[in-house]
């Protein structure tokens, strides 16, 4: 993968250039940033211009034998660790590293939803395992193929567990020679601070209107707020919005009949949403999807109250629904709304009880959309 095949981020593009081309090359560093802006293609491509014997200012050269085998994935000194979810199939990385290479260069942006569905096990939660770390040991023991850096990129390194980071947090210290650790990460806040430490940060940031779109439609480019993943499932249409739609509206709606009207037969609505919510068959990524939506949804409909339609991001279907629910969502209540979908995710994620979580976070938002 080369730096031209990525979509924006110039500035992040020439900040990796520059650190190769001026021989400051960290051996640890992570990359950081929302969901679906490049960030596992940089580093990919960021390895094959370091490990490149004939690139140029801009890009690897893209034909000699090293970068031939970058561009399959294939080259012997870059190495990928990722979550699984232990299966009969293999309980480490290696195990599904064909299926992964293959994801990356068919599908190019992806989300951990779309590589738990990938593996066929999107009701569950993966995990970089502590087995994992005794395997990124061997494959830096090996000695080089070639005369480069061996490369290990993290993918999604928050999803170690305890005993795998601690590990890795001993290799960054000591790190064996020649060798740079590309970490890759959604939710930095949830590594351990000891790794944050002794990482180099890069932030990369949201893509730009213009940049997306030269890919979708201006609409499209807009609601995506610098995401090429939700442009593109926006472009597909897999009914999966529609859907998040629909579960927030019957969330608000009971809430606030309960609430303002003292409506207890939407307080059975709210219940039975709860336990649908909290289906295992929905799985967790789903779970934390929808709550992610129903944030920014908060945030959608506190922002329309401000009469500034050039700053909201929504479709035409949640245009129609917040034009009359907009005023519930106020500087009275907004932050707690947040913090209540915001902490219900957090608690999905540590593979809390669902069905106590999603009714409680009912009964919350009975309690704050009636201020």
């Known amino acids: 993968m080369q730096f031209r095949d990525i979509i924006g981020q110039e500035s992040v593009k020439q900040r990796l250039r520059l650190s190769v081309q001026e021989g400051r090359i960290p051996h640890a560093q992570i990359l950081v940033g929302p ?26 050269c893209g034909v000699c034998p090293t970068c031939l085998q970058y561009q399959n994935l294939q080259h012997p000194d870059l190495h990928f660790a ?13 195990d599904f590293m064909d299926l992964f290479r293959q994801t990356l260069l068919t599908q190019h942006y992806f989300s951990l939803d779309d590589w738990y569905k990938t593996m066929g096990v999107e009701t569950k939660q993966g995990m ?36 795998c980071a601690n590990k890795l947090l001993k290799l960054l210290e000591e790190p064996p020679q020649d060798t740079v650790f590309l970490l890759v990460s959604e939710h930095p806040d949830q ?19 213009e940049e997306l779109a030269a890919h979708f439609s201006p609409d499209i480019a807009h609601i995506a707020a610098g995401s090429y993943l939700t442009a593109k499932r926006i472009a597909e249409d897999n009914g999966q919005n529609k859907q998040f739609l ?32 909290a289906d295992a068959k ?19 409909n506190y922002i ?28 009275g209540n ?38």
């Not at 590594?191 to 209107?209: D, N």
């Not at 700053?311 to 629904?321: G, H, K, P, S």
């Open 35 to 60: 969901e679906g802006v490049g960030k596992l293609q940089l580093a990919v491509a960021y390895a094959q211009y370091l490990n490149c014997p004939h690139r140029t200012d801009t890009d690897s």
């Open 246 to 277: 629909a579960d927030f509206i019957a969330l608000m709606r009971n809430a606030w009949k309960v609430g303002h009207q003292r409506d207890y037969t939407a307080l059975q609505e709210l219940r039975k949403w709860s336990l649908e919510m």
């Open 282 to 300: 929905v799985g967790r990524e789903r779970q934390k999807a929808f709550l992610q939506y129903a944030l920014r949804q908060v945030r959608e």
């Open 82 to 94: 990722f979550p699984i979810v232990k299966t009969d199939a293999g309980d480490v990385c290696n």
């Open 191 to 209: 590594l351990l601070s000891t790794i944050i430490s002794r990482v180099q940060q890069i932030r990369v940031p949201a893509l730009s209107e």
């Open 334 to 371: 907004v932050e707690l709304l947040t913090e209540e979908l915001s902490l219900a995710e957090q608690q999905i994620a540590q593979n809390g009880n669902a069905k106590i979580i999603f009714f409680d976070l009912c009964l919350k938002m009975i309690v704050h959309i009636k201020k």
């Open 128 to 163: 970089i395992y502590e087995k994992e770390s005794s395997e990124i040991l061997r494959k830096l023991s090996l000695k080089a193929f070639g005369e480069g850096y061996k490369v290990m990129i993290v993918w999604q390194p928050e999803k170690m567990n305890q005993v």
């Open 304 to 331: 329309r109250n401000l009469a500034h339609p050039e700053m909201n991001y929504q479709t035409t279907d949640e245009a129609a629904f917040s034009e009359k629910f907009c005023p519930f969502i106020h500087s």
